[in-house]
Each structure stands twice: as structure tokens, then as C-alpha cells.
């Protein structure tokens, strides 16, 4: 454990982790209370992530692995070929239709995937870009809330030759093509790491929202 934390602590900055933890209260702690405060969180972080490595065989990314391959990867190959502008970009977003299409793929996915518990629902409100909510009950009454977007930035240029904005691209473990490498993927991933959580079941309550950002 001691090695694996100072190798860990060469790359993360606890101090400024719990500076933005706290927030505005941090400024108004004084500096003892806020090193008490970052060795706490440092201890806290330590306790909960590098147990989990010290009990770790390997299972769960066996099944995350699988389930990029044979769940994830066709359904963000099918996203990626949708040119789902952000709103500050498409304007007429609403008409195009694309924004839904993304939408829709994502929802289909989740509700294919092994959490029977988890409520999925699109909302729709008028003028707005839909939402896409995944509530998934835990048994605390604490909750997490996990955030992605759907729309994406314009295609840009520099695409080399074989690539481009709309076309799913994988050269070894990468996948080219726009939205496949940015908070698109987000809902995959949320959903994909509660379900390899499920056993034992989480002791807390996710909340996966889905949106295409609004600017403004």
C-alpha cells in the first residue's frame, strides 16, 4: 500500500483536490484546518481506492472488456456517423432530428443492459434538447449523480486521409470519429460501471443524466 500511494502521490494533488472539494469553505478555514482537511481526504482516498486494488482478481475488467467489445463499441460506431451538432452550431437542431437520433441510441442501449431496476426515461421539454435520465435505486439514500452530453462540436478539418467527423474509424484500441472520444461516451461508461458493480450491489443511488450541452 505505501508503494502504490507514493507513486499515486507523484500524480495527484490532494491539496488542490481538497481545495475544490470544499470549495468557498476552504477560504475560509485556516491553513491547519485545511492540512488536517487534506490529510483526511488523502486518508480516505487511500482507504477506498487502494482496498479495492488489494482485493482486485481481475473480474470486473474482464467484464467491462467484454462489454465494450461486444456492447458498447457497435452501438458508439452507430453515434459517431450521426452529425448531432450542438445547438450553438445547428440552430434548427429540433428540425434535423439528429439530436433525438443520438438520444435514441443511447436509450436503447440502456435499457438492453442487466440492470432490470434502473429506470430510463427521456425527457422533453419544449425549445430544449431532450434529456436522457437513468435512475438506477441503490439502499442509502445518498446519490451520485453522473453526467454526460450527446451533442457534439463542429467536424472541424485536419481529418487525415481514411478519417473523418462521421465515420467510425478503429485502428487497434482507438476509435476515430467525432463524439467517440468525448463526454458521448459518458452514458456507456456510467451505466457499464454500475452493472460491474451490481455484485454485491451498490449501497448508493446513481442518477446518469444525458443531455446535449446548451450553450449560451
Known sequence: REKIMRVVTQGFDFREMSKRVLGRTWQDIDAAEQDRFTKLMTKLLENVYIGKLESYS???????????????????????????LSPHFDPDWAAHGYLDEAVAF????????????????????PGRTPLLLVEIPGDREDTV???????KQPEMTGWRPGLGPWTPVREGDRLYGRGGADDGYAVF?????????RFPPPRWSATLSTRPARRV
Open 58 to 84: 481481475g473480474q470486473t475488467l474482464e467484464y467491462v472488456e467484454r462489454a465494450w467489445e461486444d456492447s458498447i463499441l457497435p452501438v458508439l460506431s452507430d453515434y459517431i456517423r450521426v452529425p448531432a
Open 106 to 125: 443511447a436509450e436503447d442501449w440502456c435499457r438492453a443492459q442487466p440492470l432490470r431496476e434502473a429506470a430510463v426515461e427521456v425527457v422533453r421539454l
Open 145 to 151: 449523480l453522473l453526467y454526460g452530453h450527446l451533442d
Open 189 to 197: 461508461a456510467s451505466v457499464t460501471a454500475v452493472a460491474a458493480h
